[in-house]
């Protein structure tokens, strides 16, 4: 079992539509990390959590310690927002990240 | 400020031949990382660094070496390509050991052996 599971594996929504992206984890972490990456791009770090919450644009995302999960929402999605999302976590011992497989979202216009 | 410059981009290899894929980053960041993402897979460690002459192996080390001589390069070695290595490459970095750090990634090497 992965310790790092994301649902949905994919998901498409309609322009405008608000979307969740789910990130749960069997590990102590000292970071979390959202990351995007486009069809045939490269990988660009969206957040970095350790607690709470954080906002930038129409990105929000969440992280509860306790039960150990993240989310991930994109607000008024827009076709452009169509990409590969990746929860990345740091346990809190050890330098070695563990990726989630990844979501895969399209956004219809 | 160049980031994460990684090369080549592509790369076409035929079974048993070697190649190097470079990596450097100018923001003198201590961890170094390499990563290969496959189809339906999340990207998996390959190799690490977390400094200069320091090394260690990740989830998939076999048939890839690593050095670290300087903080600026981290290169990822195969000494004899198989078709199971074809997959794209990644090379990232951070900073080590403070808790608000931001990862950045390099463009990615997608690599074919034949």
Request: aromatic fraction near 8%; charge should be positive.
């Given at each position: ?109 | ?62 048939g ?17 390509a198989a078709?199971s290595q074809t ?26 052996v034949?």
């Open positions: 079992k992965n310790e790092v599971e994301q649902s949905p594996q994919n998901l498409t929504a309609q322009e405008g539509e608000f979307i969740t992206i789910n990130c749960s984890y069997s590990v102590g972490i000292s970071a979390l990390h959202w990351l995007q990456q486009h069809p045939g791009g490269g990988i660009v770090s969206l957040f970095m959590l350790s607690s709470g919450k954080k906002k930038h644009g129409r990105l929000i995302a969440t992280i509860n310690i306790q039960e150990k999960h993240s989310s991930l929402h994109i607000t008024a999605s827009h076709p452009r927002d169509s990409a590969v999302y990746i929860c990345a976590v740091r346990p809190a011992a050890g330098n070695k990240l563990t990726f989630g497989g990844g979501t895969r979202v399209l956004v219809k216009p | 400020n160049a980031g994460v410059t990684q090369t080549p981009k592509f790369q076409v290899l035929k079974t048993g031949q070697s190649m190097t894929l470079q990596c450097a980053q100018d923001m003198n960041h201590e961890y170094m990382s390499w990563y290969r993402q496959d189809p339906g897979m999340g990207l998996r460690l390959i190799h690490y660094s977390v400094g200069a002459g320091i090394t260690d192996q990740g989830e998939v080390p076999n890839y070496n690593v050095s670290r001589s300087t903080t600026e390069d981290f290169p990822l070695r195969l000494l004899s078709p997959s794209v490459y990644f090379c990232a970095s951070s900073y080590s050991g403070q808790k608000n750090e931001k990862l950045f990634f390099g463009s990615g090497t997608q690599l074919s034949l």
